[in-house]
Structure formats: C-alpha cells, structure tokens
C-alpha cells in the first residue's frame, strides 16, 4: 500500500480516502472502480485547474500518481488509465507520471493492441505516440 503523508495538506478524509482506494472492491483495486476512478479523476483535474502557480502544491495529484506507477502494470488495465491520461493531459501533473509511463510505451502497446475495445489503453497509447 502506498503511504499517504499529507496528500491533501491537512485533509485527514482525503487521506484516508486514498488508502481505501488501494484495496479490493468487488474483486478489483478501488481506483479500477467504474465510480471512484471518475470521482479520482474529477478530483485531480479539479486540483490541477484550480492551482496555476506550483506543481509543489499539487499534493493530492502527486499522492494518486504515485500510487498508479507503483502499481502501473496492475492499474493500467483497469479504468484507473483514465486517471493516468488526465494527469498525462495536465502539464502540470504531466511530470510526475511521464517517465514511468513513457518507460511502459511498448507494453501499452501490446495492451492495446490485445484489448481493441479498451478505450482507456487507446487513448493511453495515442498520448505516448503523440
């Protein structure tokens, strides 16, 4: 599990919402979750619209990713790409999951090539080519 220190400065609520997310839910990891993967991502677009000045400040972005690239291989297959994109999609949180992403391309690639129909790995692959 990944540890949260303060993702949301003083947030106790966000913090402990990030660490439910991480478990199983039906089966699947929270963030692959048809609903809070939407919410997830509303939240750091939200985040990431509303703070022009510093990717410092960015604190909740930056916890959700690194939660995604510890567990990339895993949550890439699941509707938690979404997340992934809209970080990629943000400049300002673009840095904190380019590399490790970036350093995926090829096996993105076979995802999507493997899985067609995933319109997630789709658009995740077309960002890396981009």
């Known amino acids: 599990m990944f540890y949260i220190d ?3 400065k003083e947030s ?11 478990k199983q839910i039906n089966g699947e990891i ?3 979750h048809p609903d809070l993967h939407r919410v997830i991502k ?26 995604l690239m510890k567990d990339f291989e ?4 699941t509707r938690a790409v979404f997340i992934i994109v809209e970080l990629i999609e943000n400049e ?13 391309s090829a ?3 076979r995802w999507a090539k ?3 129909k995933s319109a997630g790995l789709q658009t995740l692959l077309k960002k890396l080519q981009a």
């Not at 939240?43 to 990713?65: C, I, R, W, Y």
């Open 6 to 8: 303060g993702a949301c």
């Open 12 to 22: 106790d609520l966000i913090d402990e919402m990030l660490r439910q997310v991480q």
């Open 30 to 32: 929270g963030l692959g």
């Open 42 to 67: 509303d939240m750091v677009k939200a985040e990431a619209q509303g703070n022009k000045t510093s990717p410092n400040d960015l604190h909740f972005s930056k916890t959700v990713a690194g939660i």
């Open 74 to 77: 895993k949550l890439a297959l």
């Open 92 to 104: 300002s949180t673009k840095p904190f999951v380019w590399k490790v992403v970036k350093a995926q």
């Open 107 to 109: 096996l993105v690639a």
């Open 114 to 116: 493997e899985n067609p």
